[in-house]
């Protein structure tokens, strides 16, 4: 990693506080060049306070972008960090239309072009498509990172419109605990404690509103792009990693969005930045490609970026499995349209006769993190043990040359089922000549959602029907001697949220059935890929964040329990999220996260989450101590699901706020 210290702009940055037109004010952090001539603004808009925890990363890029001529502005959303206002739902309306009036009173600003940018990962991203799409007359460009166009069926909640146990319940109780924290008096002065009080009133665990919502409703629709591409006026580079699962949002947007105004990158990266060096690399110069964009569209600058292909997407040679890789091998690839006529679908047809598959409901134990970001436990280990809980099918790779894939496989299936749900589950795994499987992607079904998400229909008992659907994008090559392996389960915790009755599994009927390769032709490795170079990455000088050092031996990322006596399993995470770090305004910062993931072989109803929380902001000089505790819980029984959820906030010893939350939610679909 470069450390930029000098820079075309001298930079002064200071803390404001934004005007809504409800009377609300957003706090904003907003770094500028010294210079007496107007600059276009960049936007990033998030609910994940700008004084602290997002502190460490806003400083790496945004004083960057200042420095090559830019008003970088970080906003935190209306009811997190010091803005005003109460906590509300994501990406709902009322954070949208803020963000709109965010663009336009930065366009108004005298030191301000008029134009203006929106960047962001993960929510910052989602929301800068979402504004996008509202199209305020100001905002020309975007940069979206780790982001979704579609909110059901490429978000932490479902997949192929099953509940994401593992992520839709990490995800709300996370959001739970840091829609509790306490503005910080250092910046919100001394009504902190009221602002405080008056958000907690307000805090609803979105677990709530999430599984009130199995399929694609109006609730869904709501902030997925997808609904209309043609909305979206502003210039787009979309940007994933093939080790974050909302990359296929990258493919998509570059397919139907006009090309004159998208471009696409993605590389082998987790859910991260690409120029933050995070497993698996390589990192990229990520800083310097987006000011390519940029100076492009905010300032009329020629600066080429317009002439990259449509598609820059990184293939991976194949690799032995690992819960971590610091750098991948692999090329990039280089498309100048999407859907690619180089790119072919290939079907590869399953052959033997019919099979029965009740998998364990502990398969997809080694799944590894559903949101990877780099820690040392976040892949998948060797599938071999997955493998034997599930049905395989091999294709072997000949022996001239590489299979190469790039965009998303799909396979469709036969099945009968003797119950009326259930669920499909399929990897495409690489295996090499000494047997070991290395997870290539893969992708699932609820059964009841085979016709659609937006509808729930049980199997017809007792009947076959084919049932297609696609697997998540990837770019790899499968060299001569491996075999491709399709396997395919019935159970994958704690990844899908099983229901009851599908204990059963089902038959898988060969004839009928196939696996759709994306074939890229060899002929399409050209001169297009030799010329994709990025610069190496680079950032502005860091905050001085201090880690403590601590005798605490730390807990294992992922730990496996097995009850042989009881037949269950329990899968123990720590997410890793922060930690204990000390800020040089004094402020100390702690985090500690503990999920559980827990089933008994044959009884779906046992599934059940759980997670805790504690965090505490500490600043001694003010005598400021605070703390958030919040335990969540997710079981269920043949009719729904049943959430527990608690709160308890308090500042010093005592206890200012305490809240528990007992819902069920009946299973109408997911």
Same mark, same amino acid.
């Given at each position: 990693?470069?450390?930029?210290?000098?820079?075309?702009?001298?930079?002064?940055?200071?803390?404001?506080?934004?005007?809504?037109?409800?009377?609300?004010?957003?706090?904003?952090?907003?770094?500028?060049?010294?210079?007496?001539?107007?600059?276009?603004?960049?936007?990033?808009?998030?609910?994940?306070?700008?004084?602290?925890?997002?502190?460490?990363?806003?400083?790496?890029?945004?004083?960057?972008?200042?420095?090559?001529?830019?008003?970088?502005?970080?906003?935190?959303?209306?009811?997190?960090?010091?803005?005003?206002?109460?906590?509300?739902?994501?990406?709902?309306?009322?954070?949208? /239309?803020?963000?709109?009036?965010?663009?336009?009173?930065?366009? /108004?600003?005298?030191?301000?072009?008029?134009?203006?940018?929106?960047?962001?990962?993960?929510? !910052?991203?989602?929301?800068?498509?979402?504004?996008?799409?509202?199209?305020?007359?100001?905002?020309?460009?975007?940069?979206?990172?780790?982001?979704?166009?579609?909110?059901?069926?490429?978000?932490?909640?479902?997949?192929?419109?099953?509940?994401?146990?593992?992520?839709?319940?990490?995800?709300?109780?996370?959001?739970?605990?840091?829609? @509790?924290?306490?503005?910080?008096?250092?910046?919100?002065?001394?009504?902190?404690?009221?602002?405080?009080?008056?958000?907690?009133? #307000?805090?609803?665990?979105?677990?709530?509103?999430?599984?009130?919502?199995?399929?694609?409703?109006?609730?869904?629709?709501?902030? @997925?792009?997808?609904?209309?591409?043609?909305?979206?006026? #502003?210039?787009?580079?979309?940007?994933?990693?093939?080790?974050?699962?909302?990359?296929?949002?990258?493919?998509?947007?570059?397919?139907?969005?006009?090309?004159?105004?998208?471009?696409?990158?993605?590389?082998?990266?987790?859910?991260?930045?690409?120029?933050?060096?995070?497993?698996?690399?390589?990192?990229?110069?990520?800083?310097?490609?987006?000011?390519?964009?940029?100076?492009?569209?905010?300032?009329?600058?020629?600066?080429?970026?317009?002439?990259?292909?449509?598609?820059?997407?990184?293939?991976?040679? #194949?690799?032995?499995? /690992?819960?971590?890789?610091?750098?991948?091998?692999?090329?990039?690839?280089?498309?100048?349209?999407?859907?690619?006529?180089?790119?072919?679908?290939?079907?590869?047809?399953?052959?033997?006769?019919?099979?029965?598959?009740?998998?364990?409901?502990?398969? !997809?134990?080694? /799944?590894?993190?559903?949101?990877?970001?780099?820690?040392?436990?976040?892949?998948?280990?060797?599938?071999? &043990? &997955?493998? #034997?809980?599930?049905?395989?099918?091999?294709?072997?790779? !000949?022996?001239?040359?590489?299979?190469?894939?790039?965009?998303?496989?799909?396979?469709?299936?036969?099945?009968?089922?003797?119950?009326?749900?259930?669920?499909?589950?399929?990897?495409?795994?690489?295996?090499?000549?000494?047997? @070991?499987?290395?997870?290539?992607?893969?992708?699932?079904?609820?059964?009841?959602?085979?016709?659609?998400?937006?509808?729930?229909?049980?199997?017809?008992?007792?009947?076959?029907?084919?049932?297609?659907? &696609?697997?998540?994008?990837?770019?790899?090559?499968?060299?001569?001697?491996?075999?491709?392996?399709?396997?395919?389960?019935?159970?994958?915790?704690?990844?899908?949220?099983?229901?009851?009755?599908? &204990?059963?599994?089902?038959?898988?009927?060969?004839?009928?059935?196939?696996?759709?390769?994306?074939?890229?032709?060899?002929?399409a490795a050209s001169a297009v890929d030799g010329g994709i170079v990025f610069e190496p990455p680079e950032q502005a000088a860091p905050l001085g964040v201090a880690v403590p050092a601590t005798l605490d031996e730390p807990r294992p990322e992922r730990l496996v329990v097995r009850d042989v006596a009881r037949g269950a399993w329990r899968l123990e995470v720590d997410p890793r999220y922060g930690g204990t770090r000390v800020y040089p305004d004094g402020l100390e910062y702690g985090e500690d996260a503990e999920e559980v993931y827990e089933i008994r072989?044959?009884?779906?109803?046992?599934?059940?989450?759980?997670?805790?929380?504690?965090?505490?902001?500490?600043?001694?000089?003010?005598?400021?101590?605070?703390?958030?505790?919040?335990?969540?819980?997710?079981?269920?029984?043949?009719?729904?699901?049943?959430?527990?959820?608690?709160?308890?906030?308090?500042?010093?010893?005592?206890?200012?706020?305490?809240?528990?939350?007992?819902?069920?939610?009946?299973?109408?679909?997911?």
């Open positions: 990693m470069i450390i930029r210290t000098a820079f075309p702009y001298e930079t002064t940055h200071e803390d404001l506080r934004i005007p809504l037109p409800d009377g609300v004010e957003l706090y904003a952090r907003i770094w500028r060049p010294v210079t007496d001539e107007p600059v276009p603004a960049l936007l990033e808009y998030l609910p994940y306070r700008l004084t602290d925890r997002t502190a460490p990363r806003d400083r790496q890029r945004h004083p960057w972008y200042a420095g090559h001529g830019y008003a970088s502005v970080r906003v935190d959303v209306r009811g997190h960090g010091c803005s005003g206002g109460r906590p509300g739902d994501a990406y709902d309306a009322r954070e949208l /239309a803020d963000g709109v009036a965010v663009v336009e009173w930065l366009a /108004a600003q005298p030191w301000c072009t008029g134009a203006v940018g929106m960047f962001g990962i993960a929510w !910052g991203g989602c929301n800068s498509l979402q504004i996008a799409a509202l199209a305020p007359e100001p905002l020309k460009a975007v940069v979206t990172v780790c982001s979704t166009d579609d909110r059901f069926d490429n978000d932490v909640h479902y997949m192929g419109g099953s509940v994401l146990a593992v992520d839709m319940h990490a995800r709300a109780a996370a959001l739970l605990a840091f829609a @509790s924290r306490p503005p910080d008096p250092l910046f919100a002065g001394d009504g902190w404690r009221r602002q405080w009080l008056d958000r907690l009133e #307000a805090v609803e665990p979105l677990i709530h509103t999430w599984l009130s919502h199995q399929t694609r409703d109006a609730y869904w629709r709501h902030g @997925s792009v997808c609904e209309d591409y043609g909305a979206i006026g #502003a210039a787009v580079l979309a940007v994933g990693g093939w080790h974050d699962p909302y990359r296929d949002t990258v493919l998509r947007l570059v397919e139907h969005l006009p090309s004159a105004r998208v471009r696409g990158l993605i590389g082998p990266w987790s859910h991260q930045y690409p120029d933050r060096g995070q497993p698996p690399g390589p990192a990229i110069g990520f800083l310097q490609e987006t000011l390519r964009w940029w100076d492009h569209w905010l300032k009329g600058a020629d600066t080429g970026v317009m002439d990259e292909p449509l598609l820059r997407a990184w293939i991976s040679d #194949a690799h032995p499995p /690992a819960t971590v890789y610091e750098e991948l091998l692999g090329r990039w690839a280089g498309e100048k349209a999407w859907p690619s006529a180089s790119v072919i679908p290939v079907p590869y047809v399953l052959q033997g006769a019919p099979v029965a598959v009740a998998s364990p409901q502990h398969t !997809g134990l080694d /799944a590894g993190r559903f949101l990877p970001s780099g820690n040392d436990a976040d892949l998948p280990p060797d599938q071999r &043990e &997955e493998d #034997a809980k599930a049905a395989c099918f091999e294709f072997p790779v !000949g022996r001239e040359e590489p299979v190469e894939i790039l965009g998303r496989p799909s396979v469709t299936l036969r099945l009968r089922l003797d119950v009326p749900y259930g669920q499909v589950v399929a990897r495409l795994c690489d295996v090499a000549p000494d047997g @070991s499987s290395t997870l290539v992607t893969r992708g699932a079904l609820n059964l009841s959602a085979r016709r659609g998400r937006d509808r729930a229909l049980p199997w017809p008992v007792g009947s076959y029907e084919d049932v297609t659907f &696609e697997l998540n994008g990837i770019g790899h090559a499968f060299p001569p001697g491996h075999r491709i392996r399709l396997a395919v389960s019935s159970a994958y915790w704690p990844w899908i949220w099983p229901r009851a009755g599908s &204990e059963a599994g089902w038959t898988l009927d060969p004839a009928g059935s196939a696996l759709t390769l994306p074939v890229r032709a060899a002929s072989d044959g009884d779906a109803l046992s599934a059940r989450t759980w997670s805790q929380w504690r965090i505490r902001l500490h600043r001694p000089e003010l005598g400021w101590d605070a703390r958030v505790e919040t335990r969540s819980e997710i079981r269920c029984d043949e009719g729904g699901f049943l959430t527990s959820n608690e709160v308890v906030c308090r500042e010093g010893g005592e206890v200012v706020f305490h809240r528990t939350w007992e819902r069920r939610l009946p299973r109408a679909a997911g």
